[in-house]
């Protein structure tokens, strides 16, 4: 594989994965950490789905006694996505919150629409003809594939 010089600026991946990753990156970016913007990093770690800020914002006020208001909530998934500390997918229904932003791949479900990270690696060989056809020096690829269910669940009995 050939090094790429376009990672972020943290290339372990463990790190990038982790919670602690993501408190460290807000510090050097300069983020102040509130109350509130742990909490939605905290979920977002917790949970490693793709959400919409809605389910976000519901998902914390259901756990939390005290409740958070929905601007707040809001403002810090742009603020979180905007400096890459966490990864923002733009959907058709709007957008999709999750914990991770180091180069990886979905999985949609046609069935049901949620999206599950993979890590798919390409054969050197495959990125080698690539580059060759097109001239350009493959530094990260994102794939997004589609699937349904192997298995239909049952269907109703007919009345
Ligand atoms: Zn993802």
Redesign the pocket.
């Known amino acids: 594989m050939t090094t790429s010089t376009a990672e972020p600026p943290t290339t372990d991946l463990s790190l990038q994965q982790s919670l602690q990753g993501a408190v460290k990156r807000c510090a050097a970016a300069g983020l102040r950490m509130s109350h509130q913007r742990r909490l939605v990093l905290e979920l977002l770690w917790k949970e490693r789905e793709?959400l919409s800020a809605r389910d976000i914002f519901e998902k914390i006020n259901a756990q939390e006694k005290r409740s958070i208001g929905q601007t707040s909530v809001y403002q810090n998934l742009e603020t979180l996505q905007k400096f890459g500390i966490i990864?923002c997918?733009e959907r058709s229904g709007g957008r999709l919150y999750?914990?991770?932003t180091d180069s990886?791949?979905?999985l949609i479900c046609s069935a049901t629409g949620r999206?599950?990270?993979l890590d798919v690696q390409l054969p050197d060989d495959l990125l080698a003809d690539i580059e060759l056809r097109t001239g350009c020096r493959i530094t990260s690829f994102t794939m997004q594939l589609v699937g349904a269910p192997l298995q239909e669940p049952p269907k109703p009995a007919n009345p």
Do not use: F, K, T
Request: net charge negative; proline share 0%.
């Open positions: 793709h990864e997918l999750s914990y991770r990886h791949s979905h999206i599950q990270d």
